[in-house]
């Protein structure tokens, strides 16, 4: 996002359905939202618009309120969940809101995009974006992430299809990951990596 929504944008959000995050427009300001990352269109027919995790949080945040501001390895103002290895990575009460806020976006974004509702596994939402999807499981977990001054995850693309690595500089750090990949609906398999690299996660979304 390269500006802040609009006033009329900012109703419509404000006006969301504050359980499932649904949304109601013109064509033209709920594409505009998509292409904010603010909203998603549903797959399935009448094809509602519902808020993203980072569209719950704006609306959080509250119609008098200025967008919140994002962590520094965002380039677009939208929320990111963290990768690892961004610079100055702090932890502190409103990061932990947002993450909360986003996590609980996702989990109704699982249930709406669902045929059966279930929110235990990931939703094609999430395989879109693999590791930012997987950094959010782990950073809603509590697992901190990597950064200039201290150890924690890093989370990095893979060549295989609907994989990511997960890596910890520390065994129980990396078996805590795994934990809570796990309970987020990721499959995990741990490995060694080429030339005493140590270990890492490899996780996919779990389908059923």
Do not use: N
């Not at 359980?19 to 009448?46: E, N």
């Amino acid at each position: 996002m390269t500006r802040p929504p609009t006033a009329a944008q900012r109703r419509i959000i404000d006006a969301a359905d504050p359980r499932t995050g649904r949304i109601s427009g013109s064509a033209a300001q709920l594409t505009r939202l998509v292409v904010l990352k603010l909203a998603f269109r549903h797959p399935r027919p009448p094809h509602d618009h519902f808020l993203t995790p980072a569209g719950h949080l704006l609306r959080e945040a509250g119609p008098e309120s200025a967008p919140p501001e994002p962590p520094p390895a965002a380039s677009d103002g939208v929320f990111t969940a963290r990768l690892g290895g961004e610079p100055d990575t702090v932890a502190s009460p409103v990061r932990a809101r947002e993450v909360r806020t986003a996590w609980q976006g996702l989990m109704e974004i699982r249930r709406m995009t669902h045929p059966d509702g279930a929110t235990d596994r990931p939703c094609a939402w999430e395989r879109g974006r693999l590791p930012h999807a997987a950094a959010l499981a782990l950073e809603a977990a509590g697992c901190p992430p990597a950064s200039g001054t201290a150890p924690g995850y890093r989370v990095t693309a893979t060549p295989q299809p609907e994989a990511v690595a997960v890596r910890h500089p520390e065994p129980a750090g990396l078996a805590e990951c795994a934990a809570a990949l796990q309970r987020a609906g990721w499959q995990v398999s741990e490995h060694a990596a080429a030339r005493g690299g140590g270990r890492y996660l490899l996780a996919s979304p779990r389908r059923a």
